[in-house]
């Protein structure tokens, strides 16, 4: 079975990652971290982490297999991430001490929820 099947019942605790929008269990982000994120933003092992760098409120998902070849991972900003199911839209606000720890590990921070202008991107 594939690791990114969700059995029925288990999608309430589906979470979607507000800096690179990936979306995975709650038990997975403990278990393995983020696997785009991870170097940064250390959600393995931390329930705390984790309710405060992921969001259980997202729109749309989309499958990527093969995010480097793929115009649709472009166009949302995904192709340099691992293959996996990602959110349209993540709802949240990473606080300013998340955003510092982003941004100083080489990564240009743009929010998940729509709220960044075309200036931004």
């Not at 705390?48 to 998902?61: F, H, K, M, R, W």
């Not at 949302?76 to 300013?96: C, E, F, H, S, W």
Request: hydrophobic share 35%.
């Amino acid at each position: 079975m594939s690791l990114n099947f969700v059995p029925p019942g288990q999608q309430r605790s589906l979470r979607a990652c507000m800096v690179c929008s990936i979306v995975m269990l709650q038990a997975r982000f403990m278990r393995e971290g983020c696997p785009n994120c991870e170097h940064f933003l250390r959600l393995q092992g931390s329930l705390d982490a984790i309710q405060e760098c992921t969001s259980q409120v997202y729109e749309g998902l989309i499958t990527l297999a093969q995010p480097k070849e793929s115009w649709v991972a472009k166009w949302q900003r995904l192709d340099t991430y691992q293959p996996g199911v990602y959110a349209v839209k993540v709802i949240g606000q990473l606080n300013d001490d998340v955003i510092q720890n982003v941004e100083d590990a080489g990564v240009r921070y743009i929010p998940r929820d729509g709220s960044a202008s075309n200036d931004d991107t």
